[in-house]
């Protein structure tokens, strides 16, 4: 079983649309948990981190659930720029500082 | 920013490859990982203090240093075929799971 784990991809949706990723990871001892966006042939940027309280960044609302391990991502009123790969990452302070990546979902935003 | 060089690189079987990395001014901890087309990013190795922090799941050959400018060099002996991928550096300001800031990656392909 993988550590990290997305949904497949790719997600197709229109300009305007709500899209939800989600994410699973294995171990109960990660610490830190981000989402990161990656652009074609681009490297990886932070697009938010994510806390048990959950939190929002404008039209992007991320959630952690600790007990079942699961974290989400909310896209609102989605734009043609969101159009990007998301990658689930989180971490562990007793894996010093190494990011575990899931295998990303792909998104594609049509006009 | 952080900074990588080359930006591509093409060689061939069994031979050597050195990547560079110059780490974001103030940062003093630098993360190597492999990311093979359509996956997400694995962790290679964490340099603190010019010292190996942390290795994830590749063989010896797979080697790398951290240089008191806090830049860093991943080499890669013996080059296989799966070995080609996208390269990535990272750098953050301590060995915990802070937020990393990635390079524009190099970009290998092996023959």
């Known amino acids: 079983r993988k550590e990290v784990e997305q949904d497949p991809g790719p997600f197709n949706v229109p300009e305007g649309a709500t899209v939800a990723f989600n994410c699973t990871y294995s171990?109960?001892?990660?610490?830190?948990f981000f989402w990161y966006r990656q652009d074609c042939r681009k490297e990886p940027k932070l697009l938010m981190s994510?806390?048990?309280s959950g939190n929002e960044d404008g039209r992007f609302t991320a959630q952690l659930n600790r007990a079942s391990q699961y974290i989400s991502l909310l896209i609102r009123d989605s734009k043609l720029s969101d159009s990007a790969t998301y990658l689930c990452?989180?971490?562990?302070?007793?894996?010093?500082?190494?990011?575990?990546f899931g295998q990303g979902t792909e998104l594609s935003v049509k006009p | 920013g952080v900074t990588q060089s080359p930006t591509h690189l093409i060689k061939t079987r069994g031979q050597q490859v050195t990547l560079r990395c110059s780490s974001q001014?103030?940062?003093?901890?630098v993360s190597w990982y492999q990311q093979a087309l359509g996956q997400g990013p694995q962790f290679i190795f964490q340099?603190?203090?010019?010292?190996?922090?942390g290795r994830g799941n590749f063989p010896p050959r797979f080697s790398g240093l951290q240089f008191p400018n806090d830049s860093s060099e991943l080499n890669v002996n013996a080059l296989e075929l799966d070995d080609s991928a996208l390269y990535l550096c990272?750098?953050?300001?301590?060995?915990?799971?802070?937020?990393?800031?990635f390079g524009p990656g190099t970009r290998l392909t092996v023959l």
């Open positions: 990452v989180v971490n562990s302070y007793n894996q010093g500082g190494k990011l575990i």
């Open positions: 990272a750098s953050s300001s301590y060995t915990g799971p802070d937020t990393q800031y």
């Open positions: 340099y603190y203090r010019e010292e190996e922090n």
């Open positions: 171990n109960s001892a990660s610490q830190s």
């Open positions: 994510v806390y048990s």
């Open positions: 001014s103030g940062h003093n901890t």
